[in-house]
């Protein structure tokens, strides 16, 4: 399948080259890389955040494109790690002379594909990276360059625990967290301060490694703990055999997590009763979200997920930005983007002084095998 | 070869005896016998302060010890007929998990008898469904392995051994990334479609006769094997050779474990005022049965068989069993043969518990496996099983009660530290006697 996907693309593009250059006069062209993971344990997350990306592009061409320019995608499967996103972000920035990047979708890769971006002086819009050091270096100062399109961890585990302590009435929580990933840390702390700040006690704090496939050992002290909330802010793929494990370990708390469930692959038998932080809802009834799912569905035959919406929302504060500015040049971009306001798919951003978005969260429930809309919860 | 190995000890001895040396031997063993004491005191603490969560984890960890059991059969088998560390042995295991993936999500061969006979009861549909799901994993990757055998370790069977062994890695390689290509599998993370509906089992919810069943089965068997010693001892030569019968190890082993669990599990404890909350889940019965059941019937294959005596011989010295008229390659391939088919079930078992295939999943288990058959004395089938539920209770113990992010660096430090104690492995024998 994804292969058949990178070669239509790759033909795509061999048709918009070859097409550029029989035409005599070039039109010019403006290159926009998006980097996403599409291959392993995430890759539809990847494929949901190029699709989205693509669509907006497609829409912009469709239009005249920016600035009279035609743009040209440059995907590239950065794999959700450091060693392949650097990698990637190196090939596109010196070998396509891109100056903007659409990606990536994990924080541990966005993060060393930021300090690429930086060194180079290229525009970087990550749409779901979201740890803080992402556009904020380690001296605390903004990085220039890098924006998200997505609200930050802090956001994601205030909300969750806010959510469990006033609307579940829940009073005891247990954690469980990959020590390793930075974005599954930064939910879980984030979870855990703002809990026990409202009155809630974090009865269980386990943390275990990436490779883990039995969490029976933990999951029995968590049963034993008896918490009305099972916080597993990881992605899918890990949340899909905790899950199922801790329904046979026969624990009844109700699970809660963040946007890393936010995909087809999420056993929705196991997480049964459930509650997760999102970007946005295709259930939504704005007029944007509406419009953006028809034209999704249209172009893919499928319902975009938040990944896709998204993306799709980080192309167009990019090309947004790139018109207000007025010329292709990445430092003019994020001067238009980090002054401006935009109303798009996930609702009406503004970026703060740490060019993180302010815009809602919504919470979704997952009952009886779907995924319901439940509230919109503003910052 | 005798020569060498004097050689050799001689050396050793003269570097042990030496003043710094024995110092420096004493002080490690030192600070083991304190790291083990630590231990202890950690566990201990753990089972006085709460009895009841320590005995789920010890259930946890029997669960986890069966699937690793099966597969280092494999290596151990494997290890004793041809001395080759089959390091691809753990993606033979991903490959039955990945066969009976396909054969429940898209032939779904679970449901077939229920197509054939319509009209049967939906518990015996489920059992032969899941047996026959089991048996085709076993065939595929029994298959691949005679496969493996006969095309990457027969031509370099007679060339230096480190040759076959780097060929392994290679096979082991091949095998991850070919399976990761979008046409073979795929390297998505899979949920897997399990064969039958999971049931936790806690107190009240198991029925009696089947947990007396079980005391009856592990009493009857434990009695029949004492009174058949008693009267070998006597120079009964049948009743001896009837004690070492397979079957009573079955009726010891399945009616032992099962007992213990499902007791454990049925029955309402309450120490001190507080009610023990234990459960057991029929995935976990199913692993535990099958995983005996399978370990037993290859001690039959080794020890009852024609094939299985083959097996020994060659194991001891090739070149005399083929002067014997011993089909030398056939009793290897068939070695090969029987190792895949149980990694092919261990594969089944294991996605069967936790409900996910990938690619690289035979990695990990594979190495851990690897390492509970060198616990266990690496050429010894009760040693890989002894080795293989070593493993598993010190992994979960070790994420239960020490650390969890440490649970593999722990789990990996018990080889060294039993390797310490025993160089051979717990059920090491001298080399020569080993299959």
């Known amino acids: 399948m994804r292969v058949r996907n990178l070669v239509i693309v790759a033909l795509v593009l061999a048709t918009v080259v070859l097409t550029a250059c029989g035409g005599g006069a070039q039109p010019k062209t403006l290159k926009v890389a998006i980097l996403a993971p599409l291959s392993g344990d995430v890759a539809t997350f990847g494929q949901s955040t190029r699709d989205g990306a693509l669509l907006a592009i497609k829409e912009w061409n469709e239009n005249g494109g920016v600035l009279g320019m035609q743009i040209e995608p440059v995907v590239e499967d950065s794999q959700c790690n450091a060693e392949a996103a650097v990698s990637a972000a190196n090939k596109v920035i010196q070998q396509d002379g891109v100056k903007f990047i659409i990606g990536e979708v994990c924080s541990s890769a966005s993060i060393p594909i930021s300090e690429v971006a930086m060194a180079n002086g290229v525009l970087q819009i990550s749409p779901t990276s979201t740890n803080p050091s992402v556009t904020v270096d380690e001296n605390g100062n903004t990085k220039s360059l890098i924006f998200r399109a997505c609200f930050i961890d802090p956001f994601q585990g205030t909300v969750a625990a806010k959510f469990a302590l006033d609307n579940l009435g829940a009073k005891t929580a247990a954690v469980l967290l990959d020590q390793g990933n930075d974005y599954v840390r930064g939910l879980a702390e984030f979870f855990r301060d703002a809990f026990e700040a409202g009155g809630g006690e974090v009865v269980v704090w386990e943390t275990y490694t990436g490779e883990d496939q039995d969490f029976s050992a933990i999951l029995t002290k968590v049963k034993d703990a008896n918490p009305d909330i099972l916080y597993i802010p990881d992605y899918y793929s890990t949340v899909n055999l905790i899950a199922a494990q801790a329904r046979e370990k026969g624990i009844d708390a109700i699970m809660m997590g963040g946007d890393g469930w936010d995909s087809p692959d999420l056993d929705l038998t196991a997480v049964d009763g459930g509650y997760f932080t999102n970007h946005y809802s295709s259930q939504d009834q704005r007029p944007e979200v509406q419009d953006f799912v028809a034209k999704y569905k249209a172009e893919y035959g499928k319902e975009p997920d938040a990944l896709a919406a998204l993306a799709y929302d980080a192309a167009n504060i990019l090309f947004e930005s790139i018109k207000k500015a007025g010329e292709a040049d990445p430092q003019k971009v994020a001067d238009a983007m980090a002054n401006g306001s935009f109303d798009v798919v996930s609702g009406h951003i503004t970026f703060d002084e740490h060019h993180n978005p302010i815009k809602p969260a919504v919470i979704l429930h997952i009952a009886d095998g779907k995924v319901e809309f439940v509230t919109t919860i503003a910052p | ?435």
């Open chain 2, 1 to 435: 070869m005798g020569v060498r190995a004097e050689g050799s000890t001689q050396m050793n001895t003269t570097f042990l005896n030496r003043k710094n040396g024995a110092w420096l031997n004493r002080l490690s063993a030192g600070l083991f016998a304190l790291l083990g004491v630590g231990v202890l005191y950690v566990l201990g603490k753990a089972f006085v302060d709460n009895p009841s969560v320590f005995t789920q984890q010890v259930m946890n960890g029997l669960q986890l010890g069966f699937i690793y059991a099966l597969i280092a059969l494999g290596y151990t088998m494997i290890y004793g007929i041809v001395k080759l560390i089959n390091f691809a042995h753990g993606d033979v295991f991903m490959v039955g998990a990945f066969t009976s993936f396909y054969a429940i999500a898209t032939m779904n061969l679970h449901r077939w008898p229920a197509r054939v006979w319509p009209s049967m009861p939906e518990g015996t549909v489920v059992l032969i469904g899941t047996i026959t799901v089991i048996l085709l994993s076993m065939l595929v990757s029994g298959i691949l392995a005679i496969v493996m055998e006969r095309f990457a370790y027969r031509p370099l069977r007679n060339k230096p051994r480190i040759a076959a062994l780097i060929t392994a890695i290679g096979v082991s390689f091949f095998l991850e990334y070919f399976g990761a290509l979008p046409f073979v599998f795929t390297n998505n993370y899979i949920t897997y479609p399990r064969p039958f509906e999971v049931v936790v089992y806690d107190a009240g919810t198991i029925p009696p006769a089947a947990m007396i069943g079980m005391w009856v089965l592990f009493i009857v068997s434990v009695a029949a094997y004492i009174v058949l010693r008693v009267m070998g001892k006597k120079g009964n030569a049948a009743a001896q050779a009837w004690a070492r019968h397979p079957l009573l190890q079955f009726g010891m082993l399945f009616g032992g474990f099962l007992a213990v669990v499902l007791t454990l599990a049925g029955v309402k404890i309450e120490v001190g005022g507080k009610v023990w909350d234990l459960s057991a889940s029929n995935v976990m019965l199913v692993i535990m049965g099958s995983s005996i059941i399978l370990q037993v019937g290859l001690q039959y294959i080794v020890t009852q068989t024609k094939l299985g005596k083959a097996m020994r011989a060659a194991a001891y010295d090739k070149p005399a069993a083929r002067l014997m008229g011993i089909n030398v390659d056939y009793v290897i391939a068939s070695t090969f043969a029987l190792g895949g088919g149980l990694a092919g079930a261990a594969g089944v078992l294991y996605a069967t518990a936790f409900k996910q295939v990938h690619h690289l999943m035979g990695i990990i288990p594979g190495l851990k496996a690897f390492v509970a058959a060198v616990i266990g004395g690496i050429g010894s089938i009760p040693g890989a099983f002894v080795g293989g539920l070593i493993m598993g209770e010190t992994e979960v113990l070790a994420a239960g009660f020490i650390s969890t992010p440490m649970r593999d660096a722990i789990a990996f430090s018990m080889l060294i530290v039993v390797l310490l104690v025993w160089p051979q492995g717990i059920f090491g024998e001298p080399p020569g006697e080993k299959v």
